[in-house]
């Protein structure tokens, strides 16, 4: 148990500094922690990600996976994200028509998330020791993964957000690290909707993404069974889409339109209170809301 404890330290520690590193706040404070310990390694993965709300979370999994497969990352496209007037403009920026909650009357507030991608090259060995310390030894691990070109695209997304939302918090050291403030029971009607497309990926034949989405899940607060269970829900490309919520409790196993899904309940006092996740011909929905968790699934069923 000791040597889980620190495995576990010491890849949460690794998956901080990372995901800090993707903004300029995270990356003097990620040099400066490192510093502090006096370890030479992990290097500070120098990429920006647009600042707005929507952008940030949704790429949390893609930035742990890129650090567990590479020691830096390139950015080849960052988009920048647009604000929209109505839904046909969002349909047209996006390339995609826009899927509203029916159930909601209230005028949405959109937003058109602009498209990133990124390159790294693997690095075997550091690959094989994060598997071997999470006690996936079984992997296999080709000798060709190592040098290997790995790409990942994300294009547009549409979000959409109806009710009394939580106002945008500053992106800044602090607010990564503790989250959002705790909503108010005004926020109460406040639901998000983000879809699009779901990532394409060129990845190695020999580089099996399912093991590195697993410890990514896990490492974003679920358990072994959780993580596998919800990627048997949704393939590893659509999960890349997802954010996952803070404090998570529990997970139910539902269905939106005929489609499996997965509805994640949150036990903390910030943020939403539920997130409601599925993929249906190749797009990938996350409806996120901060009321009664009972609501989730009339909500999806209405998003057509």
């Not at 790294?120 to 040098?147: N, S």
């Not at 705790?182 to 699009?196: F, R």
């Not at 394409?200 to 990514?216: F, Q, R, T």
């Not at 899904?261 to 539920?274: D, K, N, S, V």
């Amino acid at each position: 148990m000791r040597q889980m404890g620190r495995w576990w330290s010491a890849v949460v520690v690794v998956a901080v500094v990372g995901t800090l590193s993707f903004t300029a706040a995270g990356r003097s404070a990620a040099g400066q922690f490192i510093a502090s310990l006096r370890i030479a390694k992990p290097q500070a993965v120098t990429v920006n990600l647009p600042s707005s709300p929507g952008s940030n979370g949704t790429r949390q999994l893609q930035n742990m996976v890129g650090g567990m497969i590479a020691k830096s990352v390139n950015v080849l496209l960052d988009e920048a994200d647009q604000p929209v007037a109505s839904v046909e403009a969002a349909a047209k920026l996006a390339g995609f028509p826009a899927q509203l909650p029916r159930a909601r009357t209230d005028p949405p507030t959109m937003i058109v998330m602009g498209a990133h991608a990124i390159e790294m090259i693997a690095d075997r060995g550091q690959l094989r020791t994060i598997y071997a310390e999470a006690g996936k030894k079984d992997v296999a691990l080709p000798e060709f993964v190592e040098g290997a070109k790995v790409a990942v695209r994300t294009a547009r997304a549409i979000r959409t957000q109806h009710g009394n939302c939580p106002a945008p918090v500053a992106n800044t050291l602090q607010n990564q690290i503790q989250g959002p403030p705790p909503p108010s029971t005004d926020n109460a009607n406040c639901i998000v909707l983000v879809e699009g497309p779901a990532v394409s990926a060129d990845v190695p034949s020999g580089l099996d993404m399912g093991p590195l989405m697993e410890i990514a899940l896990e490492l974003s607060g679920m358990s072994p069974i959780q993580a596998q269970a919800f990627l048997r829900t949704l393939d590893w490309k659509s999960t890349l889409m997802v954010s996952l919520p803070r404090n998570l409790r529990s997970f139910e196993t539902k269905e939106v339109n005929g489609t499996p899904a997965m509805l994640l309940i949150t036990a903390g006092r910030r943020g939403p209170t539920w997130e409601l996740v599925w993929a249906k011909n190749g797009m990938v929905y996350v409806l996120t809301g901060y009321g009664n968790a009972g609501d989730a699934v009339p909500l999806g069923n209405s998003i057509n």
